[in-house]
């Protein structure tokens, strides 16, 4: 089924285009498509946000630019990935970048993040898979998010596309998982599913290799879904 188009607002071009962004997420635009993404989940100047596991914050600063200096985003990484990288590439990012309205923290594990209250959006950026294989409890996750955000307020997640059937049986070989599991998990949570987009979808990535592999990275067959807290 065709999707309409989505529209891009002002102040997500500005995000995308600002100078103060790494050379090298400006490399991986094409493949992240920035721009619609952050348009349909409807992130804007002004709001409170937060990221669950932010990597080395390719998107944790995408939201920074978006929300200005009255909104604020809340990055949030493990002990255990603090440990792999020998501290906290976001800590890096926010110096570098001088992204005054992050606040960084580090939860004990990807089940305990310490959300703070009131939330405009939370988003798990290609990471619900890990929740999966690292033995992290869903169930806790979905309900931290939906305490801490505000009625009508937004769970953003894009993750990758497994095979159909195949359920969460590739999230630790491949790093894959089907949809279908997620809204199952998200919705059981109260979540209403209230958007899906197909910006990030490849029909061409065969579905069987890992999403790290130099031939799929960044361009994997990836869905993004957007839940609502309801009001």
Not at 4 to 15: G, M, N, R, W
Not at 38 to 59: K, Q
Not at 153 to 173: S, V
Request: glycine content about 8%; charged content about 25%; aromatic content about 6%.
């Amino acid at each position: 089924m065709s999707q309409p188009e989505i529209q891009i607002p002002t102040y997500v071009t500005q995000a995308v285009a600002s100078p103060r962004r790494a050379a090298g997420d400006r490399a991986r635009d094409d493949g992240r498509k920035p721009a619609p993404v952050l348009a349909f989940f409807g992130v804007r100047p002004g709001d409170r946000v937060a990221e669950l596991n932010t990597g080395r914050g390719y998107f944790t600063a995408l939201l920074s630019e978006i929300v200005g200096d009255d909104g604020v985003v809340h990055g949030i990484t493990t002990a255990g990935s603090v440990k792999r990288w020998k501290g906290n590439p976001l800590d890096d990012r926010i110096a570098k970048q001088g992204l005054t309205n992050i606040k960084t923290s580090v939860a004990d594990t990807m089940d305990s993040p310490d959300f703070s209250p009131d939330l405009d959006a939370v988003f798990m950026i290609m990471t619900y898979h890990d929740a999966v294989w690292s033995g992290a409890d869903r169930a806790k996750i979905n309900k931290a998010a939906m305490q801490a955000l505000r009625p009508g307020g937004t769970f953003g997640i894009i993750d990758h596309h497994a095979r159909k059937g195949l359920g969460t049986e590739d999230c630790e070989k491949n790093h894959r998982i089907e949809p279908r599991i997620v809204i199952e998990e998200v919705t059981a949570a109260g979540f209403q599913l209230s958007g899906e987009s197909n910006v990030l979808e490849n029909p061409q990535d065969p579905l069987n290799i890992p999403v790290h592999s130099k031939e799929i990275r960044d361009h994997t067959h990836r869905f993004c879904l957007k839940f609502t807290k309801p009001a």
